[in-house]
């Protein structure tokens, strides 16, 4: 299993500019997070998703968009970017207790570092 | 909104020394996990708790969640130059999203 990979590792965007970040899971994990990173802080958590079909806004939703088609699949999309946006991204998925999975253990993947000029 | 809290921010410490980070949460928690994140790296689980007074222990580190479910601890002892990273708790609050806390960032000096 590859588990969660993101790409691209590394974009520079200019202000006004947009992009989707790709984000997949082969883990057929149901919940799938994003989060950004701002240097040393801790991670905020932007959209996430319980499965298929269903999206919801986290803690800092604004000037992001996402969209979940697949289990697999979870892209992240910045329509505008703006400098508050330079940050690392990371994507991640678990599954809930409920389904017979030991934790709520989330696995995160490698990140995106955005710069947004 | 809930709110999760780390001390201290920062930690050098001197190889073969111990370490401690403190998790403090705003609301009572119902699970509390913690993770590792090496420089350049992302987030990787340690492990999660769920008990009152509850205390896990892998190795060095051992891990403790307070009685009232507030807060929690992570230790390690005699620490090694491959503990360098930072640690971050996320507390759960029954079926809402983990808000992670700010994290403590260790160094380990040879």
């Known amino acids: 299993n590859a588990g969660v990979t993101q790409t691209p590792k590394f974009r520079i965007l200019k202000i006004g500019q947009s992009m989707t970040l790709q984000c997949t899971q082969d883990?057929?994990?149901?919940?799938m997070y994003w989060y950004r990173q701002d240097p040393g802080m801790g991670l905020k958590l932007i959209y996430y998703s319980v499965g298929a079909g269903i999206t919801d806004k986290g803690e800092v939703p604004n000037g992001y968009n996402v969209s979940r088609s697949t289990t697999e699949d979870f892209p992240l999309r910045l329509e505008l970017a703006a400098p508050s946006q330079t940050s690392v991204y990371f994507c991640?998925?678990?599954?809930?207790?409920?389904?017979?999975?030991?934790?709520?253990?989330?696995?995160f993947g490698p990140g995106t570092r955005l710069t947004v000029l | 909104g809930q709110q999760v809290m780390q001390i201290p921010q920062y930690q050098h410490v001197q190889e073969g020394e111990d370490f401690t980070t403190y998790c403090n949460s705003s609301?009572?928690?119902?699970?509390i996990q913690w993770y590792k994140q090496r420089p350049g790296g992302h987030p990787v689980f340690l492990i999660q708790?769920?008990?009152?007074?509850e205390v896990k222990k892998q190795k060095r580190l051992t891990f403790q969640f307070g009685e009232a479910k507030k807060n929690s601890s992570l230790h390690i002892t005699a620490t090694q130059t491959t503990d360098v990273g930072t640690y971050f708790c996320a507390g759960q609050n029954y079926g809402q999203n983990f808000v992670f806390g700010p994290g403590t960032r260790l160094s380990v000096l040879p």
């Open positions: 609301t009572t928690l119902s699970n």
């Open positions: 883990m057929n994990h149901n919940y």
């Open positions: 708790l769920v008990k009152s007074g």
């Open positions: 991640a998925s678990s599954y809930p207790k409920s389904s017979g999975g030991n934790y709520n253990e989330q696995f």
